[in-house]
C-alpha cells in the first residue's frame, strides 16, 4: 500500500464507523419509535444505503488488498 494511502483509509474506516454508530444508535431507533410511516420508509431506506455502501467498501477492499501481486518487468 502507498504511504499516503494509509492515513486516508484510517480516516474512512474511522469515518464510516462513526456514521454506522450514529445511524443504528441514534437515527434507526428515533425513526421508529415514532411510528409515522414515512418515517419508516425513510429507516428502511437509509439502511439499505447503508448496506450498499458496505458492499462497495468490501468489493474496494478486496480488489485493492488481496489481488495477488503483480511481476515488475525490469529492462
Known amino acids: 500500500m502507498k504511504p499516503f494511502i494509509r492515513p486516508l483509509f484510517l480516516l474512512g474506516a474511522a469515518l464510516y464507523l462513526g456514521v454506522t454508530d450514529y445511524w443504528f444508535g441514534r437515527a434507526v431507533p428515533a425513526l421508529l419509535a415514532t411510528g409515522s ?6 429507516a428502511f431506506l437509509g439502511t439499505v444505503a447503508w ?3 458496505t458492499i462497495a467498501i468490501a ?3 478486496v480488489i485493492q488488498f488481496v489481488k495477488p501481486s503483480r511481476p515488475t ?3
Open 59 to 61: 468489493i474496494f477492499a
Open 51 to 53: 448496506l450498499l455502501l
Open 73 to 75: 518487468s525490469t529492462k
Open 37 to 42: 410511516g414515512a418515517e419508516q420508509i425513510g
